[in-house]
Every structure is written in C-alpha cells, then in structure tokens.
C-alpha cells in the first residue's frame, strides 16, 4: 500500500523562524510596532512576508495608528494566536541552551 502525503497547517510556517519569533515577542510583549519588532531582532526584510502568514493564519491582528506625524503598523496576538504562542514558548523551554565553544 502507497502513503499519501500528509499535510500539516503548521507547514504554512515551514521556513519561517520570523513568525516563530514574532510570536513569542508578542507573547511577551503583548502590543509592538514595525521598528520595535527590527529593534527587538526581527529581520526588516522578512518582516511583513511574516505578518502576512500570521494574519492569514488568523494568529495576529494589525493595525495602521497616526502618532504625531508618523504612522505605525500595530501588531499584537489574538487569542489563537496566544494559545499557538504559548505552545511555541514551551517548545522553546525544552530545548537546551546552545553551549558555547
């Protein structure tokens, strides 16, 4: 008997260590914008690729907030999102500490 490929919903996250790691920023941090979540270690250039995956997988909501002159792009968990963050954030207690040489 031939196996049939299985598809998994997490593989929509298959090469994508951003998401992953807005999410637990987001967990930790509850509410960020663009430039914090760069500060904070996401990559400029793989950033909106990210939300666009979370907000199609309905783990993340944003939106657009006039601060003065400047406009900013909120982002912040719903509670899907939450529940997926905190598997994630148990996941990450899991694995061990990278030894250093």
Known sequence: MRLQP???K??????????????????????????QLIDLGVNDGTLKKARIKLLNLKLIKMEER????VERIYCW??????EVAD???SIEQLLP????E
């Open 97 to 100: 500490e990278e030894e250093e």
């Open 77 to 82: 968990l719903t509670e899907l999102g939450k």
């Open 6 to 8: 299985i598809r998994f």
């Open 10 to 35: 997490i593989e929509e996250l298959d090469n994508q260590n951003e998401a992953l790691k807005i999410l637990l920023l987001l967990r930790q941090h509850q509410e960020l914008y663009n430039n």
């Open 66 to 69: 006039k601060e003065g002159r």
């Open 87 to 89: 598997h994630i954030n």
